[in-house]
Every structure is written in structure tokens, then in C-alpha cells.
């Protein structure tokens, strides 16, 4: 029996223009009748969570930057900032790389050092509540995430530049153009693990959704792990199983109704 529904955002749950498919919030509110604990892990902001899953406020686990901060109905379970020595060293490393634009993401606020159009372009879709400062390296409040928006393709042209960080922070792919930094212990598989704990819950009671490599441990923390049609090669080699349709087709709805309303 699933008791717990955890769905990555972009490239899973949305569809490619970011919209949530219609019949989610019919399935949402069964699933929550019906006592199953729903969560969106995302690597958006908290922001973006309130702000297009409203209705659902209260009731749904709000995971945001990669694992890095849980909130549930207003409640704070788990912030898990970046130790402020390390963000300078990742700044100037964005900085050393071309066609990259650096960004921190705060609890509140997503930090950037440009006005740009091709990045405040990018970043809006994800966070409306930014600031534009002269230096990221000065910014004093607490940093969940550092994301690099890499216009050549992160995988292959950010990505390795950080390599020189794993030994002690959490250097993943949160997009085809985006590489996220986070704390070597914030990750969705450990906030996941945290609300199994939270409700007693084991992996084999529980439904993961994911695309990307941000979505890597949370595929190892649940029985029922779905990689999207759409996912990367790694992802869909890691994940359990496999959606039979992709993020524009309602893929997740489809076995989310399989698994919990048919059973």
C-alpha cells in the first residue's frame, strides 16, 4: 500500500511550458482523503512551491533547492544551509567559466550579480523574489543552494569545474543547464528518508517521481521509484521503473492512479 507520493517538478510533474496538468488536483485531493502524505521535491525555491500549489497549502510537503529546506504548513522541518567559507570559492569559480551567471538562492530571495535578460529569463520562471547585487560573495544571509545557469549545456562545460567541490559538497545536475551546489547531506533521497521517519513510513510504502540527477537519491529511497520516459540515461538506469508516457503526457498522474486508486 503507498502511503507516500513524492513528485519532482520540472520535467516530471510539469510539463515542458511548466504547467501543472489539470487533472492533479482531483488526484491530489484523493490521495490526501484517502490519508496517503503527498510531497513536491523540486529544486525551485520554496516560493514556487506556494505559489502554484495554493490550493494544496497545509497539506503537502513543500521540499525545495534539492532537499535543502522542508516546510509543511508553515512549519520549518529541515534547513540545511551552505557553510558561508565555501560560497565565495564556488562564486569565483562561476565567474572563471563562460557564458555562466551565478545565483544564490536564500530562503526568501535568489541572489544574482547581473541583469542580463538571457538569465533574469531563466531564473522568473523558477523565482519571482529576486535581488541584484555588486558581489555574491558579500551576501550574508543564509544560502540554501548555489545554482550556475550554464548556457553551453552544464553536463559538459560547468559541471566538471566543480568537480574539485565533491569531496565536501553536493555537486549535481539540476537541469540540462544548470548545475546545483548544496551541502553534502541535502539531497531529495534524504528528505525524503526524513519524512518516512517523520511518518513512519518505509520506502516500500513509498511512490518517487524523477527526471534528473537532482533526483538520484530519492530514487534509491523508495521501492516504487519512477523514472520519467523523458529522464536522463542515468536516472531512468537507477529508478525502479520506468512512466510509460513522459512529463507532457501526465505520465505521473497515470501511475499514481495505477498504484493508489486501483490497487
Known sequence: MIKLVVTDLDGTLLN???EVPPRFWDIATRLLKNGVKLGIATG????????????????V???SDNGSFIMYDKRE??????????????????????????VL?????????????????????????????????KVEDPILKMSVLDLPGAENHAYPHYKSFADRLKVTLGGALWVDV??????????????????????????????????YEMMKAAKYSYAMKNAHPIILETANFVTEKDNNEAGVLDVIEALCFHA
Open 16 to 18: 515542458d511550458k511548466h
Open 44 to 59: 525551485r525555491p520554496h516560493f514556487s512551491i506556494t505559489e502554484n500549489f495554493k490550493p494544496l497549502l497545509g497539506h
Open 61 to 63: 510537503y513543500a521540499i
Open 182 to 215: 548544496t551541502r553534502k547531506d541535502a539531497n531529495k533521497g534524504e528528505a525524503l528518508q526524513v519524512l518516512q521517519k517523520l511518518n513512519n513510513i518505509s520506502p516500500e510504502e513509498t511512490l518517487a517521481f524523477g527526471d534528473f540527477m537532482n533526483d
Open 77 to 102: 522541518i529541515l534547513s540545511k544551509p551552505l557553510p558561508h567559507e565555501e560560497i565565495a570559492a564556488l562564486v569565483h569559480t562561476s565567474r572563471g567559466i563562460a557564458d555562466t551567471y551565478p
Open 105 to 137: 538562492c536564500g530562503k526568501d530571495f535568489w541572489y544574482l550579480e547581473s541583469e542580463d535578460k538571457v538569465l533574469l529569463d531563466r531564473v522568473l520562471v523558477f523565482q519571482k523574489n529576486i535581488r541584484i547585487v555588486e558581489d555574491l560573495t
